[in-house]
């Protein structure tokens, strides 16, 4: 392993918690896009389906990212550092490093960009005050971006203080609906138009297949093996299932999936903007603090530059918020996104099956690794193709072909055929 590269590794004495890794995923989880995507789910379909729905998609990302984050805590790396196993240190410095970074700045943005547009739209409401949403956003982001250079200790103790909060206030909002009386429109629900039980664990996948793919950046700081699998599981299934369900619920009752008209309909818009305030900033931390470990390590630098990294990480983001021209890039922050998970098939591939799950046989290959890099391109193609992602690009429309969940197909396709590769490769060696 290189020097450059053993330099993010994580010593023993800066091991956390399961608790504290467990606090950070309920925190990346309790968001706005994911009570929104909760109650695109379950104005879909029946409240049933949509929990199981849910349980199935949350399970088969805990399974991806148990391994991932295995690996993780047995190397001490990050995501963007283990993935020169299976890619080479270059493949991983100029592929993923590269769209990890774009997708984590971009995702910023867009983020500060709907706290700030949010918090104006609240002020102005409440006192009348019109205060520009460039500016909001500015200010926001600069918040964000702050705890985000205190790096994981910063992140942890940001949860411990907002996850229960966020709990407290959604719980009440969803108490306040159930007595007021919109609790008659969950009577026999039926909606209007279902988009598919398949459809529902795809959106579930999707909302959170990115981070899974990241985990490494936080896993790093597991004790041990166990360690992680408990925080896998414990910090995603049960959250990822509630909070869903309540965007779900909350849809059904107010007749909108838009988290301000949750709140606006419990009679406290306050408490409701520090809400959704928080949702945001949890979500957003994480955003700068992985965008700036990959740009730290495609720019060649240490675990110790990685503050100054994710300055910059988040000043790019909240300067694309200030410009207003996120709208435009979100098509393509979304393909980049899709082209995120498939890094999972063969870093689990190269690990787990080539290399026996044992520390002892993993090694950051030098250069680009060619059967590594074909197998996440045909992944990521795959992903791509079969999760819907190309029918959002008019150009690319015609190389949509719906099945199953995208991610996971990419997923699936990326370690098959690098185990492939690596065999043929290995033969003609």
């Known amino acids: 392993m290189s020097k450059q590269n053993s330099a993010f590794e994580i010593k023993a004495e800066e091991r956390q918690s399961w608790i504290s890794i467990?606090?950070?995923?309920?925190?990346?989880?309790?968001?706005?896009?994911?009570?929104?995507?909760?109650?695109?789910?379950?104005?879909?379909?029946?409240l049933g389906a949509s929990a199981l729905s849910i349980f199935i998609g949350y399970a088969l990302v805990c399974v991806f990212m148990s391994f991932t984050g295995m690996h993780a805590c047995d190397t001490g790396l990050p995501t963007s550092v283990m993935?020169?196993?299976?890619?080479?240190?270059?493949?991983?410095?100029?592929?993923?490093?590269?769209?990890?970074?774009?997708?984590?700045?971009?995702?910023?943005?867009?983020?500060?960009?709907?706290?700030?547009?949010?918090?104006?739209?609240?002020?102005?409401?409440?006192?009348?005050?019109?205060?520009?949403?460039?500016?909001?956003?500015?200010?926001?982001?600069?918040?964000m971006l702050v705890t985000a250079c205190f790096n994981f200790s910063g992140l942890k103790w940001l949860n411990r203080i907002a996850v229960p909060l966020l709990g407290i206030v959604l719980i009440y909002c969803l108490i306040y609906n159930l007595v007021s009386g919109n609790s008659s429109a969950l009577v026999g629900y039926q909606p209007a138009a279902p988009?598919?039980?398949?459809?529902?664990?795809?959106?579930?996948?999707?909302?959170?297949?990115?981070?899974?793919?990241?985990?490494?950046?936080?896993?790093?700081?597991?004790?041990?093996?166990?360690?992680?699998?408990?925080?896998?599981?414990?910090?995603?299934?049960?959250?990822?299932?509630?909070?869903?369900?309540?965007?779900?619920?909350?849809?059904?009752?107010?007749?909108?999936?838009?988290?301000s008209v949750f709140l606006s309909t419990a009679g406290f818009p306050a408490i409701g903007l520090i809400a959704l305030i928080l949702a945001t900033w949890t979500t957003n931390v994480s955003n700068a603090y992985s965008g700036g470990l990959a740009l730290s390590v495609m720019l060649g630098q240490d675990e110790k530059k990685s503050r100054i990294t994710t300055a910059i990480a988040g000043v790019l983001g909240t300067a694309l918020a200030a410009a207003g021209v996120l709208n435009s890039l979100q098509g393509f922050l979304s393909l980049l996104s899709a082209l995120v998970p498939p890094v999972m098939g063969v870093m689990i591939a190269d690990y787990w099956i080539v290399g026996k799950g044992k520390i002892e046989n993993f090694k950051v290959r030098e250069g680009l690794y060619a059967p590594g890099i074909i197998a996440f391109l045909a992944g990521a193609f795959i992903a791509c193709m079969t999760g819907g992602t190309f029918a959002s690009i008019p150009a690319l429309a015609v190389l949509n072909v719906p099945f199953f969940v995208g991610p996971i197909n990419g997923i699936a396709v990326s370690l098959v055929l690098y185990l492939v590769f690596d065999k043929l490769v290995g033969k003609k060696n």
């Not at 606090?23 to 879909?44: E, F, H, K, R, Y």
């Not at 890619?87 to 983020?111: D, H, M, N, P, R």
Request: charged letters at 5%; hydrophobic letters at 50%.
């Open 83 to 143: 993935a020169g196993g299976a890619l080479g240190e270059k493949g991983a410095k100029y592929i993923i490093s590269l769209v990890l970074a774009i997708s984590c700045i971009g995702w910023f943005g867009v983020q500060a960009t709907v706290c700030g547009s949010s918090f104006s739209s609240m002020i102005g409401g409440m006192t009348g005050l019109n205060i520009p949403v460039w500016l909001s956003s500015t200010v926001w982001g600069c918040i």
């Open 22 to 46: 467990t606090m950070v995923w309920i925190g990346s989880l309790v968001c706005i896009p994911a009570l929104m995507i909760g109650g695109m789910i379950g104005s879909g379909i029946t």
């Open 195 to 259: 988009i598919g039980f398949v459809n529902c664990i795809s959106l579930t996948v999707g909302s959170f297949v990115v981070a899974a793919a990241i985990s490494g950046d936080y896993c790093r700081f597991a004790k041990n093996r166990k360690d992680v699998v408990k925080s896998s599981v414990l910090g995603v299934l049960p959250a990822g299932l509630i909070v869903l369900m309540l965007g779900g619920i909350l849809a059904i009752c107010t007749g909108s999936y838009d988290i």
